[in-house]
């Protein structure tokens, strides 16, 4: 892999990381959401992972996402439900935990396919 492309792919993931905080501190928590959720990550992993393999390797990292998506979205949630209650870092340590045990489930029950 050439260093330069390699930067290029921090850079821009660096760059909605830092879009998704400037949206949800200086305009809307909304928005900041809208852009941390939209596809933007998964559309540059694919092309990324598109421009390097080929159509098989991104059609499989495609569905990987898609099933590994549902661990995320219950991370999300639990991270929510936990805040509620809890303080910021045991609330996302319990959420991570959570989505730990959720991929691992997922990823059996993948297996099992």
Known sequence: MDL??????FLVGGSIIVGVTYLALQVDPKYGGILAAAP?????AFL???SESGVATSR??????FW????????ILVLWLL????PVLPS??????????????MNRVLAGL
């Open 4 to 9: 330069s492309f390699f930067i290029i792919r």
């Open 40 to 44: 933007i990550t998964t559309m540059l």
């Open 48 to 50: 990324f992972t598109y």
């Open 60 to 65: 499989e990292l495609l569905i990987s996402m």
């Open 68 to 75: 590994f998506a549902i661990p995320t979205i219950l991370f």
């Open 83 to 86: 805040m509620a209650r809890y």
């Open 92 to 105: 996302l340590g319990g959420a991570f935990l959570f989505w730990l045990v959720a991929v691992v489930a």
